[in-house]
């Protein structure tokens, strides 16, 4: 007698793959979910967006040896968009009824270029040796009191500018002289020399009311100005 045979169970296919062909799903398993739509760059603090790209050429030269010295802290001579109280506000992340107290005052030996959009501090005898026209540049001075601050601002200029020492002189007195027939006020801190090639930088003059209408910081424009003016209203 011929012994009874029973069927063999053919086993199920594989369920069919899914996207590009490089992936496939399991029977029951939610598909992924999508990716997360792209962050408007409006939404970003200006403060941190404005500087926030090194130059092309200085990311290729990432090996050459960096600063490593702590960000020193004390007297800060500042001559471009740090000018404006609302942005080192944000940068340091003061409380908004925390104003910054700058200091006018003014830095000899040195001349303002253009880098883009951004003023470049540079040495006037490192473009014109023979010049004996040593030059002067407008601006003023915050004092830096903790490194995390410091460290905020060197963020904020990028590998583009290198903290160097200076001297400074306060313009904010009537004469040049005081009473006593000394030279007005001065004073030693730090400043943001530019590091890039000479080749990208421009003449030209930074205006930071006309760079505060170029980005968009109309409220900080007003405030500003009202500083301004009531100032000069004493």
Known sequence: ??????????????????GTGTET???????????????????ISPAFKLKTKAHERLARDSNLPKET?????GPYFFYGSLLDPSMLTEILG??????PELRPASLDGYECKMWGQYPALVKRSSLNPESEDTGSVQGAVYTVTCVEHAEKLAAYETVNYRVVECEFR?????????MDGK?????VGSVFLF?????????????????????????????LEAKIAG????
């Open 170 to 178: 306060f313009t904010d007195m009537d004469m040049d002289m005081d």
């Open 94 to 99: 003061l409380d908004r009824d925390e104003v």
């Open 183 to 187: 030279d007005s006020e001065k004073g």
């Open 69 to 73: 010295r702590p960000a020193p802290i």
């Open 231 to 234: 100032a000069n209203a004493q």
């Open 25 to 43: 799903e399991t029977a029951g398993t939610a598909p992924p979910p999508p990716p997360p739509p792209p962050i408007d760059p409006r939404k």
């Open 195 to 223: 590091d890039g090639y000479g080749e990208d930088l421009s003449d030209g003059v930074f205006d930071l009311r006309i760079w505060l209408k170029r980005v968009g910081r109309g409220a900080a424009l007003e405030q």
């Open 1 to 18: 007698m011929t012994p009874l045979q029973l069927p063999v169970p053919v086993p199920k296919p594989p369920p069919p793959a899914t």
